[in-house]
């Protein structure tokens, strides 16, 4: 049994739930300072901590989705990723950064697309 179909196998829903579960811990972390000021290589790794989050995360919602559409999956991710930046511009030793959103929105099309690569060679089995 390949990968793709292995991960098919759990309800969707397990999925949604641990895809939420995920963000809200992500908001309720980063609103903490204490928490952020300790992130091991918080300046050297910041955008590598923003690719692993948004492109699990994106993986996560497509896992989530009946019928997996790239589109939407990245969509989500991206929108995910903007209320993530919107929730820091309201935190006093947080800022909110456009590129962050966009490379978030990179993160979850690498996802998407390794998703949509490995159903197409399941489908192709």
């Given at each position: 049994?390949?990968?793709?179909a292995?991960l ?9 739930v ?5 963000y ?8 903490q ?6 992130l091991?290589?918080?300046?050297d ?10 492109g699990?995360?994106?993986?996560l ?12 999956a990245?969509?989500?991710?991206m929108?995910a990723?903007?209320?993530?930046e919107?929730?820091?511009s ?9 590129t ?12 998407a697309?390794?998703?949509?690569a490995?159903a ?6």
């Amino acid at each position: 049994m390949d990968l793709y179909a292995l991960l098919r196998r759990l309800p969707s829903a397990c999925y949604a739930v641990t895809a939420l579960t995920l963000y809200l811990l992500l908001l309720w972390m980063g609103g903490q300072e204490t928490t952020v000021a300790h992130l091991p290589g918080r300046d050297d790794f910041s955008k590598v901590y923003h690719v692993v989050f948004y492109g699990g995360w994106c993986v996560l919602v497509w896992l989530s989705m009946r019928r997996p559409s790239l589109l939407v999956a990245v969509g989500l991710t991206m929108l995910a990723g903007a209320g993530d930046e919107f929730h820091q511009s309201f935190l006093p030793f947080r800022e909110a950064r456009l590129t962050d959103v966009l490379l978030d929105t990179a993160a979850a099309t690498a996802g998407a697309l390794l998703m949509s690569a490995l159903a197409r060679r399941t489908a192709l089995q």
